[in-house]
């Protein structure tokens, strides 16, 4: 058979499962970011505020949250990750395939990356704003809401959309481990039949993901920049 009879170009199937890849992977990327975010921003809080000198110092929880839960987390690279989290993930979700099986291992390796860079965004708060907030009668969590946050903020979004793009990227992983998404197809297509223009076309798909979600986030983190 003509290998130019089974690519992209003149290939209804292909065609039709570009876009199924797409929403999959568009969908991994939605739970596991919003996951991290919802998880991983009080995580770097506490990471910032139980630091020494910080506001709720406690270095045996700091310790605890730096170097077990996000230092260990971190270390292992998302393949290994995504395996050995199947378990968690099958009692979780039902299933250890699937998007929605592959956000769960998404989230877990990308909340404690977050939280790093949650905790390195809230140092570059002044710490004078901090002192003006607390001699002024605020509790440490009225100056974590009030001020803490809202100064960080534009290094905050911009922080989460370094994330939201790393996860991108661990997508595709995912969609090797039976995730889906357009690693998925990648992976049938691109590698298993040495289809190149598939390969192309996911590669382009996902870099063209990666500017968008790179801009909507350059753009918003200066128009909440009011320093």
């Known amino acids: 058979m003509n290998l130019l009879e089974d690519t992209w170009f003149n290939n209804p199937a292909i065609q039709k499962a570009m876009w199924p890849a797409l929403l999959e992977t568009l969908q991994m990327v939605g739970i596991s970011g919003l996951a991290t975010l919802v998880l991983g921003l009080p995580l770097g809080v506490l990471l910032y505020i139980t630091a020494p000198g910080g506001m709720s110092a406690n270095r045996p929880l700091n310790v605890v949250l730096s170097t077990v839960i996000v230092n260990v987390t971190r ?21 250890k395939i699937g998007p929605v099986a592959a956000s769960v291992s998404l989230a877990i ?5 977050f939280a790093r860079l949650v905790e390195t965004a809230l140092r570059e708060v002044h710490s004078g704003k901090l002192d003006a907030a607390h001699a002024m009668g605020s509790t440490k969590f009225q100056t974590i809401v009030k001020v803490l946050l809202p100064e960080a903020l534009p290094t905050l979004v911009a922080s989460f959309t ?60 200066k128009a909440i920049d009011h320093r």
């Open 75 to 95: 270390s292992f690279p998302y393949a290994i990750l995504m395996i050995a989290l199947m378990p968690l993930t099958v009692i979780l979700v039902g299933t």
């Open 109 to 113: 390796a990308a909340i404690p990356f």
């Open 162 to 221: 370094t994330t939201v793009v790393t996860i991108v990227g661990y997508s595709a992983m995912a969609g090797l481990i039976g995730g889906g998404g357009l690693g998925r197809l990648a992976y049938n297509y691109g590698f298993q039949r040495y289809q190149i223009d598939v390969m192309i076309m996911t590669v382009v798909l996902l870099v063209l993901l990666v500017q968008l979600i790179q801009f909507a986030g350059d753009r918003l983190s």
